[in-house]
């Protein structure tokens, strides 16, 4: 059967409006951008027990009552560079004569010892937490983890003594006289430290 009236059939008009508005695609994408934003932003914070939402920290802060050594690096710092030239090189000082030995000092104020070794070339050092700072001389020269294996074996530029300063991200320090001597019987120096 066919429509007696073709004016009333179902096909579109031109002009007749359609089912949504422009503006709703318009607006629903601006939405979705500000969700991804939002997302993007919350995925870069980390959650913590005490609130919902709260800056990511550093694993470990140093206490406020004790100040970074001269000469720190800054925060994720990790490797120290010592010139095209080696001008920031640590200068061995004159050679310790001696036996290996640890020379503990102090007095009602605090303790403090100084372990003496004799090594060939260089030391490695195995210390917990691989984070702690070394000073060479009183010049930084990196983190434990970078001088960790014998491929890794920090080696001394000349012959003589070197002061080894561990300083942990807690401010508990250890100290080493390293020297440097061709007739020394170990080749390279093993220093072992929990801090």
């Keep these: ?8 059939s179902h096909a579109p008009h031109e002009h007749e409006p359609s089912s949504m508005p422009r503006w709703v695609p318009i607006l629903i994408g601006a939405i979705l951008v500000v969700m991804a934003a939002l997302a993007v932003y919350t995925g870069m914070r ?7 939402l709260a800056h990511v920290r550093p694993r470990r802060q140093q206490g406020t009552n004790t100040p970074a050594p001269p000469g720190e690096p800054g925060a994720g710092a990790s490797l120290v560079l010592h010139g095209a030239s080696g001008e ?12 290996s030995r640890a020379v503990v000092t102090g007095g009602p104020g605090g303790v403090s010892s100084v372990v003496r070794i ?10 917990l937490p691989d984070d702690t700072m070394v000073y060479v001389n009183e010049l930084p020269i990196g983190q434990v983890k970078q001088f960790n294996t014998m491929d890794e074996a920090y080696e001394f530029a000349t012959a003589g003594s070197y002061t080894v300063k561990l300083v942990a991200p807690n401010g508990a320090e250890k100290t080493f006289v390293v020297t440097a001597s061709d007739d020394a019987q170990l080749d390279v120096a093993r220093i072992s430290e929990k801090m």
């Design 88 to 99: 920031n090189t640590p200068v061995a000082n004159e050679a310790v004569r001696g036996q």
């Design 118 to 127: 004799w090594a060939r070339r260089g030391m490695v050092l195995n210390v």
């Design 1 to 8: 059967m066919t429509d007696p009236n073709p004016e009333h």
């Design 46 to 52: 980390s959650r913590d027990d005490d609130t919902i």
